[in-house]
């Protein structure tokens, strides 16, 4: 790779990680016990960390200059998660493996149980919003709009078709095509979708009553 190229990807690197961490500590992989006789990959191996930078930039908006304007909020939100959880720790006094001026890989590095307490404080609203990059220092309320939503769309990540897609998964909903049944509904039974009738084709009108019918 041209070492050029680097310092641009790096932003991407730790934003990655920071997403992958967190789709981990919410849908972990869980082994194949004698009562489950199938394993669960978890949302990390899944790629759903994919899923939520797909999203996270492409769901928001924010009124500016009397005009809503579509803002990609993927990166500020996994700042916002480094963030909180360099003021965690700090409020916890734990010790990390990671110097804390590295503010960008402070979240991947919490322990799971860690890692959801930290981010049910910030859900609730218990970190100083000031200390968050735009727009959440301007929009308290994007807070917990957005850490909400992304809580939210690990679940739909998962349980989605979002897996079978492997590669070539941020094209239009038309041009994709399943390459493998998703994990998930191997895990549920979903027997995958049904085809269906894209035209409407009528209602069903009831048989009408004969003269003489009590």
Request: with cysteine; proline share 7%; glycine share 4%.
């Amino acid at each position: 790779m041209n070492t050029h190229v680097l310092p641009l990807l790096q932003p991407y690197f730790f934003m990655k990680e920071t997403y992958q961490a967190f789709a981990e500590t919410v849908i972990p992989y869980t082994p194949s016990s004698e009562d489950r006789k199938w394993e669960a990959s978890g949302a990390a191996a899944e790629r759903i960390d994919e899923f939520l930078i797909w999203e996270m930039n492409r769901l928001f908006a924010i009124k500016v200059s009397e005009r809503m304007v579509n803002v990609p909020l993927a990166l500020p939100t996994a700042a916002m998660l480094n963030m909180a959880a360099k003021y965690y720790i700090q409020d916890k006094n734990i010790q990390s493996r990671v110097n804390e001026r590295i503010d960008r890989r402070l979240f991947a590095e919490l322990p799971p149980f860690n890692r959801m307490d930290c981010f049910y404080q910030l859900m609730n609203d218990q970190f100083p919003h000031v200390m968050f990059a735009w727009p959440f220092q301007q929009y308290k309320e994007l807070v917990t709009l957005a850490s909400e939503t992304l809580f939210r769309l690990v679940f739909i990540g998962y349980y989605s078709e979002w897996s079978g897609y492997q590669t070539g998964a941020h094209h239009m909903p038309l041009e994709l095509k399943l390459h493998q049944i998703p994990i998930s509904w191997l895990q549920t039974g979903y027997p995958g979708p049904a085809d269906g009738y894209r035209d409407l084709r009528g209602y069903l009108i009831p048989p009408t009553r004969k003269e003489g019918d009590e």
